[in-house]
Nanobody, 123 residues
Framework: QVQLVESGGGLVQPGGSLRLSCAAS????????MAWYRQAPGKQRELVAV???????SDADSVKGRFTISRDNTKKTVYLQMNSLKPEDTAVYYC?????????????????WGQGTQVTVSS
């Protein structure tokens, strides 16, 4: 009923920038928190940044001052602007959202994940 589709990953040199996007679609009533996670090879998935429905944000210490999460509620889209990228930022980045959606005439809540997008920082 709900899909999250990410875009914007790729290969970038250290110090470069990338912007990730994640668009939600389906029979959506409202979207609560939206977040970006990442998982590097051999490591656990970790929270990168989260944004509430009214725009309050929280970032992991490792990305403070470099990454910015934002959202456009009219487009049901969350963004992650990543600047001053480092090799240790290399990972698969996943979008996450808590969504209220219509199942028939019943409003139901669920947590959804995108398919992931690869970000590689290397010279």
């Amino acid at each position: 009923q709900v899909q999250l589709v990410e875009s914007g990953g790729g290969l970038v040199q250290p110090g470069g920038s990338l912007r990730l996007s994640c668009a939600a679609s389906g029979s959506i009533g409202s979207i609560n928190d939206m977040a970006w996670y990442r998982q590097a090879p051999g490591k656990q998935r970790e929270l990168v940044a989260v944004i509430t429905s009214n725009g309050r944000t929280s970032d992991a210490d490792s990305v403070k001052g470099r990454f910015t999460i934002s959202r456009d509620n009219t487009k049901k889209t969350v963004y992650l602007q990543m600047n001053s990228l480092k090799p240790e930022d290399t990972a698969v980045y996943y979008c996450n959202a808590v969504v209220e959606y219509w199942r028939g005439r019943v409003l139901t809540s669920g947590e959804y994940w995108g398919q992931g997008t690869q970000v590689t920082v290397s010279s």
